[in-house]
T-cell receptor, first 111, second 114 residues
Framework: DAKTTQPNSMESNEEEPVHLPCNHS???????IHWYRQLPSQGPEYVIH???SNVNNRMASLAIAEDRKSSTLILHRATLRDAAVYYC????????????FGKGTKLTVNP | GAGVSQTPSNKVTEKGKYVELRCDPI?????LYWYRQSLGQGPEFLIY????????DSGLPNDRFFAVRPEGSVSTLKIQRTERGDSAVYLC????????????FGDGTRLSIL
C-alpha cells in the first residue's frame, strides 16, 4: 500500500472550517483515498472516501488534487466533538482488504 | 444499536496466561478484521476473514496468536502464553466485503498483561 504523510497535529477553533492535508505522492491509478477518524477511547470511524472527484457527505468534504498526489479533508464547521485523530489511508481497488494506518493528525478544537 | 460489539471491554491478566477476545460483527457483514493498537500509534492489521476462512493472516505477529470465525459471524482472537508486549487495544471491524467500502469498528478490548 502506498504511503501517506500527514501533519502530527493541528488546532482549530469551534465553528470555524478545518482543512486537514494529506500527501500521497506515490499514489497509483487504482488507489482510493479513505479518511477515518478516531475519537478518544473509541474505535476508528469511517469519514469519507474518493478516487478522483471531490466528494461530499454529511460529515465532511474531500478535495482531491488534480494530479491526485494530495488531498484535503474539510470539516465545514468544527465542533468540540470533532476533536480526534484523523487518518488518511490509500486502498488499492484490487488489492488487500486491510487498512494501513499511519499516525494520523491529532485535531484539537478550541471552544 | 447494531454496531460491532467487542467483549470484554477490558481484560487484565498475568503474563503466561491464555486469553480470548470476542467480536460480534454487524449482522450480514461477511468480512471481519482484527487490528491492534499500541499507545500513540495507529491501528495495526492482524487478520482478515471472508466468511469462515482467514483470507489474510499476514499481520499475526507469531504463532501465539490465533483467530477463528467458525460460523462466519462471531470471531474470537486467542492469545496463548501472553507476554507484557501483548498489552494493547485489540480492535475488530466488519464490512460488507466491498474492497473499497467502509470498515465499521468496535470500541476495542483493552488488554493489559501484568
Amino acid at each position: 500500500d502506498a504511503k501517506t504523510t500527514q501533519p502530527n497535529s493541528m488546532e482549530s477553533n469551534e465553528e470555524e472550517p478545518v482543512h486537514l492535508p494529506c500527501n500521497h505522492s506515490t499514489i497509483s491509478g487504482t488507489d482510493y483515498i479513505h479518511w477515518y477518524r478516531q475519537l478518544p477511547s473509541q474505535g476508528p470511524e469511517y469519514v469519507i472516501h474518493g478516487l478522483t472527484s471531490n466528494v461530499n457527505n454529511r460529515m465532511a468534504s474531500l478535495a482531491i488534487a488534480e494530479d491526485r498526489k494530495s488531498s484535503t479533508l474539510i470539516l465545514h464547521r468544527a465542533t468540540l466533538r470533532d476533536a480526534a485523530v484523523y487518518y488518511c489511508i490509500l486502498r488499492d481497488q484490487g488489492g488487500s482488504e486491510k487498512l494501513v494506518f499511519g499516525k494520523g493528525t491529532k485535531l484539537t478544537v478550541n471552544p | 444499536g447494531a454496531g460491532v460489539s467487542q467483549t470484554p471491554s477490558n481484560k487484565v491478566t498475568e503474563k503466561g496466561k491464555y486469553v480470548e477476545l470476542r467480536c460480534d460483527p454487524i449482522s450480514g457483514h461477511t468480512a471481519l478484521y482484527w487490528y491492534r493498537q499500541s499507545l500513540g500509534q495507529g491501528p495495526e492489521f492482524l487478520i482478515y476473514f471472508q466468511g469462515t476462512g482467514a483470507a489474510d493472516d499476514s499481520g499475526l505477529p507469531n504463532d501465539r496468536f490465533f483467530a477463528v470465525r467458525p460460523e462466519g459471524s462471531v470471531s474470537t482472537l486467542k492469545i496463548q502464553r501472553t507476554e507484557r508486549g501483548d498489552s494493547a487495544v485489540y480492535l475488530c471491524a466488519s464490512s460488507q466485503s466491498s474492497q473499497v467500502g467502509p470498515q465499521h469498528f468496535g470500541d476495542g478490548t483493552r488488554l493489559s498483561i501484568l
